[in-house]
């Protein structure tokens, strides 16, 4: 695998060359020729050999990976990484793989996906005989930079033997330095922010040959938080391709295959119908206990379990931050660690590394690490937060008990939370125990935390900030059977994180405002909304497209002001449908920003989370209901457009603007610039090859017509910015060129000539004698290893600080 930190294959090859190079009159160039020749047979031989056996897999006679038709190198691999004997996904999946099948796989954590689709991937290309210059072969989307990173991590290992470059493009670094490689990576892993940020930017990169793709932890690739990107990313990608999702909690909604246009997969789950969906040798039991206890027991077990390793999950990256802090502050006689999405890229993999490394330590976590994760020898999972649903405690727990290891887990669930959670757990066949805690045992930290708060208003701020980024976690929770945030007792909860006094909760309190306004004026408004003359867009978006969400404490987020495409027919059907299908987006947009709240990883971008704020704040756009300030600018802005509203509602959308200005013959103006000549200057880049709009005698907006004009307007773009760059990197060639003829002809003088001509054959030979770049020193020497040397010595951990750039 020729990565920028491997060194198998391509440092053989530059073993070669200097082998060659000292040898450069003996070898003969009809010789090198030969031996090509005859290693391009072999391989031939052995892939027709390889594909006749596919048809005839069976996989309940597989007991080694040698029992499966994989090629010499993936079986070298996998004798490297120690791998001998494939766990019943991997029997089941890879073979209906190497068959060509679209697969969707699932199977209990810990129990070896990331294998299941890893080696199909390495025969997928080894089978087309991909090499470098064919770029993109194979994408691997993760949800989380750290499951990419160790997805990476396993590539390497096991395609150590192969000729493939891969990449690892999680963000967190400079786009730009990545940006020279991604065409010449023939396997990609990454995050879906990233990889869309490059098919946006990166002109040379392309998925037009991609070969294969695999959504790791499908359902959350899937699902609301990634929604968007993830609909942009398969618009880039081409439709005949092998498409393999593989996740614990595999999705089966036909809606999300659909957007995947799967080929009639095969649904490979192998623990369909085990008793249980958890790992058999995980313990699992839960406790009751009132919110304001759970730091006492946080510290109690803490205290209690010195000797092991333990992750434990909370519900916010605020929540991690404190606790984290006062922890370490009490010094408790363990090392204690924490992960979170609002943490930079360096301290992230730094926590995560070093968790790995540990023997005895506890790490803080999100839900960032609940997927995926392969931390070795971790015995406790401890969930101090109930988790959102119980696939995101399947998932959590599943960081322990991982392949053939046993581990522990205790969920704390508030009294309640009981109900609900522990019926949700049962119903998809989760075995959990209710234990109890003797209270005497318990060690009481709230005076110290008292103090601790008293003594630092950075520590008093940090508190009120976790008190009020969990209690916003609660609220914005869809499971209301669950997470019910009127049952807290907010002054409890805030003494017992070492506050005097109870923070101010402004989302509660506007929220209750909001629901008692809504109370008085029901009536009112039902009658307003039958007068003549209120229809149309704006209408849509009155109070009748948020009564579905009044039962969820986060309704009332405010409609992003981009949205377009609603109807807005006056008849009362259209009507109706515009309403429900904004209402239906609201409530996709508060999931997603509940998501984003939830887990801030940088890669689900599209969300901001102020720092500073005295709690978390999410975009205006996902904000719930307006406060009073708002509310009057929002009016005012709406009366100087004289837009007809109901009052005290939103601010208007672009797509009302437009039709407003539509309506209303408004002459846009237009910027001219003019050069020094007082000649106008024509914006190549802004010009437009896509016919002019045709008069719609109609009137209104063709929504269909419009996108079909952005989409060819947007090929246009991107065809103009891919010459530019072409022109750029052919003109860089040139100079190239230029130069190497130069010091060839420098170095002819000073070298003896029969010698010259030798080792130029024999360049030629080895590199293709095509591209002067390829003359160019090893960009792997520059960021990777540094060790070319070809031997088969086991690599050293890589850094992180390096792996999110990508090989050549
Ligand atoms: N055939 C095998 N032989 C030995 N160990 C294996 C084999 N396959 C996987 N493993 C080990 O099992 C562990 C779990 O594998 P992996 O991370 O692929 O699980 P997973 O099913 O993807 O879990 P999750 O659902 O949590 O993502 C890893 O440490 C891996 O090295």
Redesign the pocket.
């Known amino acids: 695998m020729n990565t920028q930190y491997g060194k198998s294959h391509f440092g053989k090859n530059k073993k070669k060359k200097e082998d060659f190079s000292g040898h450069a009159g003996k070898v003969k160039k009809k010789q090198l020729y030969n031996s090509k020749e005859k290693k391009w047979k072999t391989i031939d031989r052995e892939i027709s050999s390889l594909q006749e056996r596919y048809s005839q897999i069976d996989s309940s006679s597989v007991e080694k990976f040698t029992d499966i038709p994989l090629s010499k190198r993936t079986l070298q691999g996998l004798e490297l990484g120690k791998?001998?004997?494939?766990?019943e996904i991997?029997k089941e999946a890879i073979g209906l793989a190497l068959q060509g099948n679209d697969i969707l796989g699932a199977?209990k954590?810990?129990?070896?996906?990331?294998?299941a689709f890893l080696i199909p991937v390495l025969e997928c290309l080894n089978r087309q005989k991909w090499s470098p210059q064919d770029g993109l072969g194979a994408l691997i989307i993760s949800p989380t930079r750290e499951l990419a990173y160790q997805t990476f991590v396993v590539i390497r290992k096991i395609g150590k033997f192969h000729d493939f470059s891969a990449g690892l493009v999680i963000g967190g670094k400079l786009l730009q330095d990545e940006i020279g490689r991604m065409n010449r990576t023939n396997i990609v892993i990454c995050t879906p922010g990233r990889l869309l940020q490059h098919m946006d930017e990166t002109a040379n990169f392309t998925a037009d040959s991609l070969q294969m793709l695999v959504l790791d932890e499908a359902d959350r690739i899937l699902d609301l938080g990634f929604a968007q990107a993830m609909n942009a990313i398969i618009e880039n990608l081409p439709i005949s391709r092998q498409t393999l999702l593989f996740s614990?909690t595999q999705t089966r909604s036909v809606k999300d295959l659909a957007r995947l246009s799967l080929q009639s997969p095969m649904y490979v789950s192998v623990h369909e119908n085990a008793e249980h969906s958890t790992p058999t040798q995980l313990e699992q039991s839960y406790i009751v206990c009132e919110l304001h206890d759970k730091i006492n027991l946080l510290w109690s077990f803490i205290k209690n379990h010195l000797k092991s390793k333990t992750l434990i999950f909370l519900s916010s990256c605020k929540q991690v931050r404190y606790i984290h802090n006062f922890i370490c502050q009490l010094r408790p006689g363990v090392s204690v660690l924490c992960l979170h999405g609002a943490m930079n890229q360096l301290k992230r993999v730094a926590a995560y590394n070093e968790f790995c490394r540990k023997q005895n330590a506890i790490l803080l976590a999100t839900d960032i690490a609940a997927?995926?994760l392969?931390i070795p020898a971790v015995k406790w999972v401890l969930q101090l937060d109930c988790p959102e649903d119980a696939n995101t405690y399947i998932?959590r727990v599943?960081r322990t008990a991982?392949?053939d290891t046993d581990g522990e887990s205790l969920l704390v669930l508030l009294p309640s939370e009981e109900e609900a959670m522990v019926q949700q757990l049962k119903e998809k066949k989760i075995p959990i125990e209710k234990i109890k805690v003797n209270p005497k045992k318990l060690w009481s930290i709230q005076p110290k935390l008292e103090s601790m708060c008293a003594a630092d208003h950075h520590v008093k701020e940090s508190a009120q900030k976790a008190f009020l980024s969990y209690l916003r976690s609660v609220f914005m929770m869809s499971n209301k059977k669950v997470f019910n945030i009127h049952a807290i007792d907010t002054e409890k909860y805030s003494a017992c994180l070492g506050l005097a006094f109870p923070p101010r909760i402004r989302f509660l309190q506007r929220e209750e405002k909001r629901l008692a306004e809504k109370a008085a004026n029901k009536t009112s408004v039902v009658k307003s909304k039958n007068k003549p003359g209120k229809s149309g867009v704006v209408d849509s978006l009155g109070d009748e497209g948020f009564s579905d969400v009044d039962s969820g404490s986060d309704s009332d987020m405010a409609v992003d002001s981009d949205e377009i495409g609603v109807s807005s027919g006056s008849d009362d059907s259209s009507e109706s449908e515009s309403e429900s299908r904004q209402s239906e987006n609201n409530l996709e947009k508060k999931k997603v920003a509940k998501k984003a709240y939830l887990e801030k990883d940088s890669d689900t971008a599209d969300f901001d989370v102020e720092e500073e704020d005295d709690f978390l704040t999410v975009k205006k756009k996902h904000m719930p209901s307006l406060d009073a300030d708002d509310k009057k600018k929002a009016k005012s802005s709406e009366q100087s457009f004289e837009i007809p509203q109901r009052r005290g509602k939103k601010a208007p959308t672009k797509y009302a603007m437009a039709k407003m200005i539509q309506k209303k013959s408004i002459m846009v103006n237009q910027k001219v610039i003019f050069d020094d000549e007082g000649e106008t200057v024509v914006d190549v880049m802004k010009q437009s090859k896509v016919d002019e709009e045709p008069d719609d005698d109609e009137g209104g907006i063709d929504i269909n017509a419009a996108k079909q004009r952005m989409e060819k307007e947007d090929q246009f773009d991107k065809k103009l910015d891919r010459d530019r760059v072409l022109q750029i990197h052919r003109e860089k060639r040139l100079k190239l060129k230029e130069e190497m003829r130069a010091k060839k002809n420098k170095k002819r003088f000073q070298d003896n000539d029969e010698e010259e001509e030798e080792g130029e054959a024999i360049l030629e030979v080895e590199e293709g004698g095509a591209d002067p770049l390829d003359f160019l020193p090893d960009p792997d020497k520059v960021y990777g290893s540094g060790d070319d040397s070809g031997d088969d010595d086991e690599e050293e951990e890589p850094d992180f600080e390096y792996v999110s750039s990508i090989s050549s």
Do not use: F, I, N, V
């Open positions: 791998y001998e004997t494939p766990t991997q199977a954590t810990g129990s070896g996906k990331t294998l614990a997927r995926g392969d998932h599943g991982r392949y």
